[in-house]
C-alpha cells in the first residue's frame, strides 16, 4: 500500500462552514500551537503513539512521525458564517478561549474574514445573520461555494483543500427520494426542494470540486446515497458524523466495559445544560431530534440486546439537552445508569462531567483535516469508516451496523494507519510469544 502514497501537501487549505465556537477554538488554537504557546493536548495525529511489530521490538513511534501527515504548520483557514466578524471577533463572542489566548493570535484571527454564508431559516430557526448568500435556487448556490473554494485555493497558492462541518444543528430530515440519486438530487436543488438542506449544499460543491467533507453535525449531509455516488464519481472521501465529545463520549467508554463484564443494565438516564449558540440551537425541537436520534443509537449498538437479552433487553435510555445561557460553552452532562450484576443484584453508577464543548471538539476537528487529506493521498473514497472513532453516529455502509465501541473503532483506525505504510495488523492474540518457552526441568 505504501508504495502508493502521495507526499504530504506544504500548503493545505481547510474551509469550515461556522465559524462559531468550534471553528474559532480550532483555528485559535492551531495558530498557539503554531508559536510553541500551547500543546496540542487531546490531538492523535500530534501527540499519538502507535505500535509497530512485536511487544519485543519496542516500536512505538508518535503517529505523526509514522505517517506522512500534513505539518500542522501548513494549515490555512477559511470558511463562511452567516455573521460578519472576524474569527477574532467570533473568538471573544464565544467566549471559549480566555482573552489572554485570544490575544496572542490576534493578527491571525482578524485575517479571517468569513465569506457569505449559505443559510435558511427553515433548517436551524433559533438563528439569523446577514451574511447569507442570494440565488435562485439551491443549485445557483453550489457554484457560489464552488467559486469561493476556486478563489480560496487561488488566493492562499495551495496544493489541497479539506472541508469540515462546523456550523448548527439542523433540522431533522428523513431520508427522501430525492436523495436517492445524484441525478434526482441535483435536480431537486434547482427545483429548491425543502428536502436539500444548507449542509448539503456545501457537501455537494466540496465533492464537486474534489475536496474531502467530514461532518461535525448529526445532520443527515453526506448520509446519502446521493452523496456516496459523488464521492464514487470524483474519488473524494467523506466522514461524519457528529463530533464525539461529552456525554457520548463517556457512554462509548463506560458501556462497553459494562458489556465486557456482563454486568446487566435497566437504564441509562442522560442530561446535558449547554449554553453556547449549540445550546440555543439544539432548544429547538426539530434541531434537538436530529441530535437526540444521534446519541439514542450509542447503547443500543454497542450492548446488542437482542443478543444479549437477559441484561438490556429492557433497558430504558432517555437524553435530554437543556438550553442554560449562563454556562456559555461549559457543558455539564448527568448520567444516572441503573444496573444490576450477580444474582440480579441493583447497584447504580452516577456520572458528572464538567466539560467545555468546543475544546473537547477542536482536537478532533484537527485529527479529521489530517487524516482525511492522508484519506485522498492513499486513494481512499467514500465512506471513511476507520474514522468512526471521532463521531457520535459514524457512518457506514447500508448492510453494515455502525461500531460504536470506542475502543474497537481505535483498533480500527490504527489498523487502517497500519495497513497504510505496509506494516502487519496487530490481533493482541500474543501466543507465539509463549510457543517454545522454556519448560521446567524434570
Known amino acids: 500500500m505504501r508504495k502508493q502514497l502521495k507526499q504530504p501537501p506544504k500548503k493545505l487549505g481547510v474551509l469550515i462552514p461556522g465559524l462559531g465556537a468550534i471553528g474559532t477554538s480550532f483555528i485559535a488554537g ?16 500530534q501527540m499519538g503513539t502507535i505500535r509497530l511489530g512485536k511487544r519485543t521490538e519496542n516500536r512505538t513511534p508518535l503517529i505523526k512521525d509514522f505517517v506522512p501527515l500534513a505539518d500542522i504548520n501548513s494549515l490555512v483557514f477559511g470558511g463562511w458564517d452567516i455573521f460578519n466578524e472576524t474569527a477574532y471577533e467570533a473568538a471573544k463572542h464565544a467566549k471559549v478561549l480566555t482573552n ?168 441509562w438516564f442522560s442530561t446535558n445544560i449547554l449554553g453556547n449558540r449549540d445550546g440555543e440551537v439544539l432548544d429547538d425541537p426539530e434541531s434537538f431530534k436530529t441530535k437526540e436520534v ?78 482525511m487529506d492522508l484519506a485522498q493521498r492513499v486513494g481512499f473514497h467514500g465512506i471513511q469508516e476507520w474514522l468512526s472513532f471521532y463521531f457520535k453516529s459514524p457512518m457506514h455502509l447500508p448492510k453494515l451496523y455502525p461500531e460504536h465501541d470506542l475502543f474497537v473503532q481505535l483498533a480500527k483506525l490504527k489498523n487502517t494507519l497500519r495497513y497504510i505504510m505496509g506494516e502487519d495488523m496487530i490481533t493482541h492474540l500474543g501466543l507465539d510469544y509463549y510457543d517454545g518457552q522454556m519448560r521446567p526441568e524434570d
Open 30 to 45: 492551531v495558530e498557539l500551537i503554531k508559536k510553541k504557546y500551547a500543546k496540542p493536548i487531546g490531538s492523535m495525529t
Open 294 to 371: 444521534s446519541k439514542l443509537g450509542v447503547l443500543n449498538y454497542i450492548l446488542q440486546p437482542e443478543k444479549n437479552p437477559d441484561l438490556y433487553k429492557d433497558l430504558y435510555h432517555k437524553v435530554r439537552i437543556n438550553y442554560y445561557p449562563p454556562r456559555g460553552d461549559n457543558k455539564e452532562g448527568w448520567d444516572n445508569i441503573d444496573i444490576f450484576g450477580w444474582l440480579g443484584y441493583p447497584m447504580q453508577i452516577k456520572i458528572d462531567f464538567l466539560c467545555k464543548d468546543s475544546i473537547l471538539a477542536a482536537p478532533i476537528v484537527l485529527d479529521l483535516v489530517l487524516f
Open 100 to 267: 489572554e489566548h485570544i490575544e496572542l493570535v490576534k493578527d491571525e484571527l482578524q485575517a479571517i474574514k468569513p465569506m457569505k454564508a449559505v443559510f435558511n431559516r427553515r433548517y436551524v430557526k433559533k438563528l439569523d445573520g446577514p451574511n447569507v448568500k442570494k440565488a435562485g435556487n439551491k443549485y445557483e448556490l453550489a457554484q457560489k461555494l464552488m467559486e469561493d473554494i476556486d478563489n480560496f485555493k487561488q488566493e492562499n497558492e495551495l496544493d489541497s483543500v479539506v472541508m469540515v462541518w462546523c456550523a448548527s444543528t439542523e433540522v431533522y430530515i428523513e431520508p427522501q427520494e430525492v436523495h436517492q440519486s445524484l441525478e434526482t438530487f441535483e435536480k431537486a436543488m434547482k427545483e429548491n426542494h425543502d428536502a436539500i438542506s444548507p449542509s448539503m449544499i456545501y457537501a455537494y460543491a466540496a465533492l464537486k470540486k474534489g475536496i474531502p467533507f467530514a461532518n461535525g453535525a448529526p445532520n443527515l449531509t453526506v448520509d446519502i446515497p446521493a452523496i456516496w455516488e459523488l464521492a464514487k464519481k470524483n474519488q473524494v472521501p467523506i466522514a461524519g458524523k457528529d463530533y464525539k465529545t461529552g456525554q457520548t463520549l463517556m457512554k462509548t467508554i463506560i458501556s462497553p466495559g459494562l458489556k465486557a463484564r456482563l454486568l446487566g443494565i435497566n437504564g
